[in-house]
């Protein structure tokens, strides 16, 4: 397990949490910047996907399915029958069965609600991300049925060539080829270029010893590129939010890696290490929790900046231990269960990394 990584999908899951919690279907307050969280959870799926794509590619797909579908397909029926049976509750959540079988199909369908972006949402709001994240495993796998060595390159290529295709002809004016053209697909890209730096940051260490001063370096990148994930409207203004944030993700994560692996710097706190288990659970069932709690306990009320902001933190909290519960309980049996049924295991060399997305960002 890379410990670093772990506590990065937490602290991404936490953002999200933060922007909804804060957002116009929130509370209504002025800054709401943990929206990019979400570019955080693209990069690390880049990363986590080319680290273990570099240990073992079997089954690479049967292993993606049975990370991704159990919790997304039973949070999805399960938000689905809700809008039946109160559909007062919801605001944009659709009840339409096509696009609950395109949701569970991961197929964006652009006939419902969109982002700001223009990307389709579906069934579960946040599931857009989850079509990002299968769309990058479908690549991938197809990179690694060529060639193991060059699948990164491969699966960047792919992401190019789509991005190009789509932007030079008309599809992107269609909400479906724009999902799969919108350049944020190229965090992907980002978190499979860190893996590649790490590497080539551990075989430096081992001729070069890397001092105190590149540590402290390091850690002021982490600082620096959080400042400007949360941040980001107010720096950047209506810049691509995969250059304002998939840059700063990118930083972040090459700096938390290279702590960790070089210098020996990481957080190994259990209950931070915990919520970055969870945190998949915590990204999809996040927005519900505290949707709930606010149209049922706080109602319109509404609250200055500061008061605002102070009571985002138990509605995180509440988000958190849900989340946790539900990966405990639910999520963590049900993962036991598949994998010792359908994967077939085999030794490999070296550590792996807990394989989670969410995101987010998945995948992502």
């Given at each position: 397990?890379?410990?670093?990584?772990?506590?990065?999908?937490?602290?991404?899951?936490?953002?999200?949490?933060?922007?909804?919690?804060?957002g116009?279907?929130?509370?209504?307050?002025?800054?709401?910047?943990?929206?990019?969280?979400?570019?955080?959870?693209?990069?690390?799926?880049?990363?986590?996907?080319?680290?273990?794509?570099?240990l073992?590619?079997?089954?690479?797909?049967?292993?993606?399915?049975?990370?991704?579908?159990p919790i997304?397909?039973?949070?999805?029926?399960?938000?689905?029958?809700?809008?039946?049976?109160?559909?007062?509750?919801?605001?944009?959540?659709?009840a339409?069965?096509?696009?609950?079988?395109?949701?569970?199909?991961?197929?964006?369908?652009?006939?419902?609600?969109?982002?700001?972006?223009?990307?389709?949402?579906?069934?579960?709001?946040?599931?857009?991300?989850?079509?990002?994240?299968?769309?990058?495993?479908?690549l991938f796998?197809?990179?690694?049925?060529?060639?193991?060595?060059?699948?990164?390159?491969?699966?960047?290529?792919?992401?190019?060539?789509?991005?190009?295709?789509?932007?030079?002809?008309?599809?992107?004016a269609?909400?479906?080829?724009?999902?799969?053209?919108y350049?944020?697909?190229?965090?992907?890209?980002?978190?499979?270029?860190?893996?590649?730096?790490?590497?080539?940051?551990?075989?430096?260490?081992?001729?070069?010893?890397?001092g105190?001063?590149?540590?402290?370096?390091?850690?002021?990148v982490?600082v620096?590129?959080?400042t400007?994930?949360?941040?980001?409207?107010?720096?950047?203004?209506?810049?691509?939010?995969?250059?304002?944030?998939?840059?700063?993700?990118?930083?972040?994560?090459?700096?938390?890696?290279?702590?960790?692996?070089?210098?020996?710097?990481?957080?190994?706190?259990?209950?931070?290490?915990?919520?970055?288990d969870?945190?998949?659970?915590?990204?999809?069932?996040?927005?519900?929790?505290l949707?709930?709690?606010?149209?049922?306990?706080?109602?319109?009320?509404?609250?200055?900046?500061?008061?605002?902001q102070l009571?985002?933190?138990?509605?995180?909290?509440?988000?958190?231990?849900?989340?946790?519960?539900?990966?405990?309980?639910?999520?963590?049996?049900?993962?036991?269960?598949?994998?010792?049924?359908?994967?077939?295991?085999?030794?490999?060399?070296?550590?792996?990394?807990?394989?989670?997305?969410?995101?987010?960002?998945?995948?992502?």
């Amino acid at each position: 397990m890379l410990y670093n990584v772990q506590i990065l999908r937490a602290v991404a899951a936490v953002l999200v949490v933060h922007a909804h919690a804060a957002g116009v279907a929130g509370l209504g307050l002025a800054w709401d910047g943990g929206a990019h969280g979400v570019d955080l959870f693209f990069v690390l799926s880049g990363f986590i996907i080319a680290y273990v794509g570099s240990l073992d590619t079997s089954q690479f797909m049967v292993r993606r399915l049975i990370r991704i579908v159990p919790i997304y397909w039973s949070s999805t029926v399960a938000l689905y029958a809700l809008v039946l049976v109160m559909p007062s509750l919801f605001r944009s959540t659709s009840a339409d069965p096509e696009l609950l079988v395109k949701s569970m199909l991961f197929v964006p369908d652009g006939s419902h609600v969109q982002t700001s972006d223009g990307i389709p949402h579906p069934t579960l709001a946040g599931g857009w991300t989850l079509n990002y994240e299968m769309y990058f495993y479908v690549l991938f796998g197809i990179a690694i049925a060529f060639s193991k060595k060059w699948a990164t390159l491969i699966t960047t290529a792919l992401i190019t060539a789509v991005v190009i295709v789509v932007h030079v002809t008309s599809l992107d004016a269609r909400p479906e080829a724009h999902f799969y053209g919108y350049p944020i697909v190229f965090e992907f890209a980002f978190g499979m270029l860190v893996f590649h730096l790490l590497r080539v940051a551990e075989a430096s260490a081992k001729v070069t010893r890397p001092g105190a001063v590149q540590k402290w370096l390091l850690i002021a990148v982490i600082v620096i590129g959080f400042t400007l994930l949360a941040f980001s409207e107010m720096i950047f203004g209506p810049a691509p939010r995969w250059i304002v944030a998939g840059i700063p993700s990118f930083a972040i994560l090459l700096a938390a890696v290279v702590l960790e692996r070089v210098h020996d710097v990481k957080i190994t706190n259990r209950f931070a290490v915990m919520v970055g288990d969870a945190s998949y659970v915590l990204y999809l069932i996040q927005a519900y929790v505290l949707y709930g709690v606010i149209r049922l306990v706080i109602g319109k009320r509404q609250f200055a900046e500061l008061p605002g902001q102070l009571l985002t933190l138990p509605l995180m909290a509440l988000s958190v231990v849900a989340s946790i519960a539900v990966y405990k309980l639910y999520e963590q049996p049900i993962l036991r269960v598949l994998k010792r049924k359908v994967i077939h295991s085999r030794p490999r060399a070296g550590a792996a990394v807990s394989a989670g997305v969410a995101p987010a960002s998945s995948a992502r």
